[in-house]
Nanobody, 125 residues
Framework: QLQASGGGLVQAGGSLSLSCTAFGRTFSRYAMGWFRQAPGKEREFVTWISWSGETTHFAESVKGRFTISRERSKNQVFLQMNSLKPEDTAVYYC????????????????????WGKGTQVTVSS
């Protein structure tokens, strides 16, 4: 029900934009976000955006380089990645989880209700 796209190969310092489109139901009242998993590592949180789009949160490792946005009417979430580094190389997953206040806390990271299939991002040095 979530489909991520936009991954690819880019040189360090470059940019990529990922999209996540929801199908089959509306996620307009869901907070949504992105996680990533690098080879040999556990999946980690990257960023989330509230259902309203007014609140965002980023992992320290991407703060200032990544931005997240959403188009609720189109059931889409976007991840703009700038100043990419080789350590950003990973499979990126979008996810959704409903919370009463439309926000996520760290306690929510391990309890996503919906996951998209990942999209590979490779950053060459």
């Amino acid at each position: 029900q979530l489909q991520a796209s936009g991954g690819g190969l880019v040189q360090a310092g470059g940019s990529l934009s990922l999209s996540c489109t929801a199908f089959g139901r509306t996620f307009s009242r869901y907070a949504m976000g992105w996680f990533r998993q690098a080879p040999g590592k556990e999946r980690e949180f990257v960023t989330w955006i509230s259902w309203s789009g007014e609140t965002t949160h980023f992992a320290e490792s991407v703060k200032g380089r990544f931005t997240i946005s959403r188009e609720r009417s189109k059931n889409q979430v976007f991840l703009q990645m700038n100043s990419l580094k080789p350590e950003d190389t990973a499979v990126y997953y979008c996810a959704a989880r409903f919370t009463a206040n439309g926000l996520w806390s760290e306690d929510d990271f391990g309890a996503m209700e919906y996951w998209g299939k990942g999209t590979q991002v490779t950053v060459s040095s």
